[in-house]
């Protein structure tokens, strides 16, 4: 696995560009800085992986937008332990940003190449997250209660059953929304029974499907 100069100064500027666009949180920068981005991809597209953009990385997947990274990342206001679950793997990219800043990741996949590849790729480079195969619409209840949960994909709906898994005083970040895009929300739990949400503007990411996992 390559990292050289060249990346990391790529690295550099994206951390730049991203700072520009509203990325202040100092611990999401730093991660965005160190992280290998490039290793996420296919070789053959390195030249993309330091550019401000999402990017297929097959089964109908994206890694995403580097600024939507931050952006989410930094909405959670991650502590130094805090339990974080993640909904959609994808390339990993976004739970090692959250590994990076002091979470301790759990991250669910739905797609089962996706999963394999990911979980590999993790173990190659180092880093300590939890990976599971299943489906995201259910969490994880038998590791719950969580401080922070974080979606990746676009749910037409607040899950519920991620609701009941977030810890009182927690924090559930998630785009709801259609096919046309979709409302960042950041919904904080006040108590057992009470919810307040917040929406954060308008973002676009692949669908959530429901009720199953795919080989």
């Not at 301790?104 to 996706?114: A, D, G, P, T, Y």
């Amino acid at each position: 696995m390559i990292d050289n100069y060249k990346h990391k100064g790529m690295r550099r500027r994206l951390v730049e560009e991203v700072k520009a666009k509203g990325i202040t949180d100092a611990g999401v920068l730093d991660a965005i800085g160190k992280i290998p981005r490039h290793l996420f991809m296919d070789s053959s597209f390195e030249n993309f992986a330091y550019q401000d953009v999402p990017f297929p990385i097959g089964s109908g997947q994206t890694i995403s937008q580097p600024y939507t990274v931050g952006f989410q990342s930094q909405l959670l206001n991650i502590k130094k332990g805090d339990k974080v679950l993640e909904v959609g793997t994808g390339s990993g990219y976004q739970a090692i940003v959250l590994v990076e800043m002091g979470a301790k990741v759990f991250s669910i996949e739905r797609q089962r190449k996706l999963y394999d590849r990911t979980r590999k790729l993790m173990h190659d480079m180092g880093y300590m997250a939890k990976l599971f195969y299943g489906d995201g619409y259910k969490g994880l209840p038998s590791y719950a209660p969580f401080d922070k949960i974080i979606v990746t994909a676009g749910a037409p709906e607040v899950p519920k059953q991620l609701l009941k898994q977030l810890k009182v005083g927690g924090l559930l970040v998630i785009p709801v929304g259609g096919d046309e895009g979709q409302v960042m929300y950041s919904i904080s739990r006040i108590s057992e029974m009470d919810f307040e949400q917040k929406t954060h503007g308008d973002f676009a990411f692949v669908p959530m499907l429901k009720n199953r996992a795919r080989d």
